[in-house]
């Protein structure tokens, strides 16, 4: 089993609450950071949040 540092943990951790919907405004203030752009290069979209991005704006346009 690979070892994981807090750094790639920290990673993980944003990454996991924006799939779940946090606002990225929250996520920072969870992480202690002043500048959202700061959060945001923890940041990495999965494949999977783009398609559920995706399927929001197919939703929508089928309403």
């Known amino acids: 089993?690979?070892?994981?540092?807090p750094?790639?943990?920290r990673h993980t951790y944003v990454?996991?609450?924006q799939a779940n919907g946090v606002p990225m405004e929250t996520i920072a203030a969870l992480t202690g950071h002043s500048d959202i752009k700061?959060?945001?290069?923890y940041l990495h979209q999965?494949?999977?949040?783009?398609a559920k991005?995706?399927?929001v704006?197919?939703?929508?346009?089928?309403?």
């Open 1 to 5: 089993m690979r070892k994981l540092s």
């Open 7 to 9: 750094h790639c943990c």
């Open 15 to 17: 990454t996991m609450l």
């Open 38 to 41: 700061t959060t945001e290069g």
């Open 46 to 50: 999965s494949a999977d949040t783009l």
């Open 53 to 55: 991005a995706v399927e």
């Open 57 to 63: 704006l197919n939703g929508k346009a089928a309403s």
